[in-house]
T-cell receptor, first 112, second 115 residues
Framework: GDSVTQMEGPVTLSEEAFLTINCTYT??????LFWYVQYPGEGLQLLLK?????DKGSNKGFEATYRKETTSFHLEKGSVQVSDSAVYFC???????????FGTGTRLLVSP | DAGITQSPRHKVTETGTPVTLRCHQT?????MYWYRQDPGHGLRLIHY???????DKGEVSDGYSVSRSKTEDFLLTLESATSSQTSVYFC??????????????FGNGTRLTVT
């Protein structure tokens, strides 16, 4: 079935380091891809999205490119901040009204 | 923040007791969802609603029921709580279903512990 696989965390970085969180998805249909972020004690918030191959989603310095050839949607940020500490979820959704399938989440810890 | 309120925020209950969680929205969105979040599983869809009195099952619906008598309220009921239902429950809403032009907005969650 449809699934999303994320790298296990936690990912521990120092402030201003480069971030990559890997995400791969099953290659069924033509899914839209998403990154959601969950700050402590809160619900998930949409961070960015891409709806077709080669699209790049970006927001708040984060980027992810929809790579159909490698079925990947890795999240990157050039210089992380302490305030970026959160859990990041990759998700996929087929076109039309289908359920949103989430990965297991990756916790990011950024130290000063 | 989208106007989503979940209540209660925390609940401890005993095995076998009924529990109802409430989700209230002020956005007048048509679609509402209940997810549970567990370590190693991410978020999994329990039930969803696409209108008043219109609901359907998600991937982990066993042991749960839902009701939606008004646009703004979506109730999740555990008829007889079990320890496996200890989890964090999230309500989400969207304006026009789960498509790429209508992202989900989440509430802040309800932490349920079944002892």
């Amino acid at each position: 079935g449809d699934s999303v696989t994320q790298m296990e965390g936690p990912v521990t970085l120092s402030e201003e380091a480069f971030l990559t969180i890997n995400c791969t998805y099953t290659a069924t249909g033509y899914p839209s891809l998403f990154w959601y972020v969950q700050y402590p004690g809160e619900g998930l918030q949409l961070l960015l999205k891409a709806t077709k191959a080669d699209d790049k989603g970006s927001n708040k310095g984060f980027e992810a490119t929809y790579r159909k050839e490698t079925t990947s949607f890795h999240l990157e940020k050039g210089s992380v901040q302490v305030s970026d500490s959160a859990v990041y979820f990759c998700a996929r959704m087929n076109t039309g009204f289908q359920k949103l399938v989430f990965g297991t989440g990756t916790r990011l810890l950024v130290s000063p | 923040d989208a106007g989503i309120t979940q209540s209660p925020r925390h609940k401890v209950t005993e095995t076998g007791t009924p529990v109802t969680l409430r989700c209230h929205q002020t956005e007048n969105h048509r679609y509402m969802y209940w997810y549970r979040q567990d370590p190693g599983h991410g978020l999994r869809l329990i039930h969803y609603s696409y209108g008043v009195k219109d609901t359907d099952k998600g991937e982990v619906s066993d042991g749960y029921s839902v009701s939606r008598s008004k646009t703004e309220d979506f109730l999740l009921t555990l008829e007889s709580a079990t320890s496996s239902q200890t989890s964090v429950y999230f309500c989400a809403i969207s304006e026009s279903g789960q498509n790429d032009n209508s992202p989900l907005h989440f509430g802040n969650g309800t932490r349920l512990t079944v002892t």
